[in-house]
């Protein structure tokens, strides 16, 4: 079972940038990855998703500002954040799955990332 590790996180001010990563204990290279985040009183919602073959999926609200990828080499996933706005405020999660119809999961921790002035 992959273990994975967010780190990244903190507390910035709007239109500023951060960088999370997503360790994994495993090879990733067989797996879809994504990127959630989950604000305080509100369901976990899908960031942004890449697939085996690098394809890219994000969330509307981030289109434009957020970029997914990934480093099969390193066993790590990024989700660099570009203009940051304080409703990007949240706990960012990353999680994985084998086939695309599959649920995700074998979340990790979390990092917290707080947009504020």
């Known amino acids: 079972q992959v273990q994975l590790v967010e780190s990244g996180g903190g507390l910035v001010q709007p239109g500023e940038s951060l960088r999370l990563s997503c360790a994994a204990s495993?090879?990733?290279?067989?797996?879809?990855m994504a990127w959630y985040r989950q604000a305080p009183g509100k369901q976990r919602e899908q960031v942004a998703t890449?697939?085996?073959?690098?394809?890219?999926n994000y969330a509307d609200s981030v289109k434009g500002r957020f970029t997914i990828s990934r480093d099969n080499a390193k066993n790590t996933m990024y989700l660099q954040m570009n203009s940051l706005k304080p409703e990007d405020t949240a706990v960012y999660y990353c999680?994985?799955?084998?086939?695309?119809?599959?649920?995700?999961?074998?979340w990790g921790q979390g990092t917290q990332v707080t947009v504020s002035s």
């Open positions: 999680a994985i799955r084998l086939r695309l119809t599959a649920p995700f999961g074998s």
């Open positions: 495993g090879t990733i290279f067989i797996y879809h």
């Open positions: 890449i697939t085996v073959s690098g394809n890219t």
